[in-house]
């Protein structure tokens, strides 16, 4: 199969584009998205064929349910069994933007979308591309992040040619990300409300809205002994090819620390990387020093930590330490999505 690349910033060729990505999903297609968090790979929602084609261009697990996308509220009543009071009030609040709502699916949603669950995940996306795009694909595209199962989300359309070049018919490409992190995603179907996936929608703002909100605690965990509550979480993501390990402490220990482990690295012929802040970079002696930007800038961190990520498999980095980024609110994103990236490798110096 060929994969059509369109870029969706030239005014003049966009309808048509969209008109076009639409018609591929309501054929039973794929196309490829972009999205204010990372790029969606998205099939017709309502389409079981649809769905089970996501699974096997990304080489995912079909236990591991889609995020629907909407472009409007009047189409979410069709796609579950209620519409809760809490997902209206979060609605008004955060929609579009990167909150995903977990709720009762109705019968409407195949059980090949929700990975044979009996609850569907639901978003609106902000980006106007995206919004246009599900529009024109006729109200549902299933979609999860457009990268092969275990490689980073996609945050520019080369990184989804990367992965899904000859699997797809279609690649939108609307430029970067802004954000670069997938979506909060809230689970209402719990009593109280369940955080099972930290993002821009920080608990601290859903809880301005709902009242008591609770946090999965596998998020931040390597040993819990609990199932995380959105299967995909279980699965190792976001991983990059080299091994990673994560350095917490005082902020001088931690470069002498990682210097000291980088020189045994070299010394043993290993291509070496350091993930850093911009106050630091300078301070650390590597084959590839890549910053996320100023220590109090998480969104800054948000966006670069996937492109970052692939940047270092690219260059066949094999041993890569990163600066703890952990703070509140987005930093609590950017920490899960290394502490995942690192499969819990961390190291506390005291
Ligand atoms: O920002 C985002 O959310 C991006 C863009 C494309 O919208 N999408 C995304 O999808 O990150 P994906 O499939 O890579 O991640 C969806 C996560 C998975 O961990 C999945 O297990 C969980 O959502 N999930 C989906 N439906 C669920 C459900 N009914 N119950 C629990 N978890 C669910
Ligand atoms: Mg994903």
């Known amino acids: 199969m060929d994969t059509k690349v369109v870029r969706i910033d030239e005014s003049h060729r ?34 079981p064929a649809s769905s089970r084609k996501i699974y096997e261009a990304k080489g995912r697990p079909s236990d591991n349910p889609l995020i629907v ?7 979410l009543p069709a796609i579950v069994k209620s519409v809760p009071e809490t997902a209206e009030k979060l609605a008004d609040a ?12 109705s019968d409407l949603v195949p059980k090949e979308t929700t990975g044979g669950l009996d609850t569907v995940a639901v978003r609106m996306p902000s980006d106007a591309a995206a919004l246009s795009f599900i529009r024109a694909a006729g109200g549902y595209v299933a979609a999860p992040s457009a990268n092969r199962s275990g490689r980073p989300s996609p945050t520019r359309a080369s990184y989804v040619a990367e ?49 008591c909100v609770e946090v999965d605690e596998t998020l931040f965990s390597a040993d819990s002994g609990q199932a995380p509550k959105a299967p995909g979480m279980k699965y190792r993501h976001y991983a990059p090819k080299g091994e990673l390990i994560i350095v917490k402490g005082a ?3 931690v470069t002498d620390y990682i210097n000291k482990e980088l020189a045994e690295g070299r010394k043993n012929r290993k291509k ?15 084959d590839v020093l890549r910053s996320v930007g100023k220590r109090a800038d998480a969104a800054a961190a948000a966006k670069g930590l996937y492109r970052i990520l692939r940047e270092f ?38």
Not at 196 to 201: E, T, V, Y
Not at 318 to 334: C, N, P, R, T
């Open 272 to 286: 070496t990387g350091v993930i850093a802040t911009d106050e630091t970079v300078d301070s650390y002696c590597a």
């Open 69 to 75: 996308h909407i472009a409007d509220m009047d189409a």
């Open 251 to 253: 902020a001088e220990a």
């Open 163 to 211: 992965d899904m070049e000859g699997r797809i018919e279609m690649i939108l490409d609307g430029g970067d990300a802004t954000l670069g992190l997938e979506s909060t995603i809230v689970d209402l179907t719990a009593e109280p409300p369940v955080i099972l996936r930290p993002g821009f929608i920080t608990a601290e703002m859903l809880r301005q809205k709902l009242g």
């Open 14 to 47: 966009e309808e048509a584009s969209i008109r076009e990505a639409g018609a591929i999903i309501k054929a039973g297609g794929l196309v490829a998205f972009p999205t204010e968090t990372v790029y969606g790979l998205g099939g017709d929602a309502l389409n």
């Open 94 to 105: 955060f929609w579009p933007g990167p909150l995903t709502m977990i709720m009762e699916k």
């Open 313 to 350: 498999d690219d260059e066949g980095v094999e041993l890569i330490y990163s600066e703890s980024l952990d703070g509140e609110g987005v930093s609590q994103a950017v920490m899960n999505r290394l502490l995942k990236a690192a499969g819990h490798r961390v190291i506390e110096l005291k």
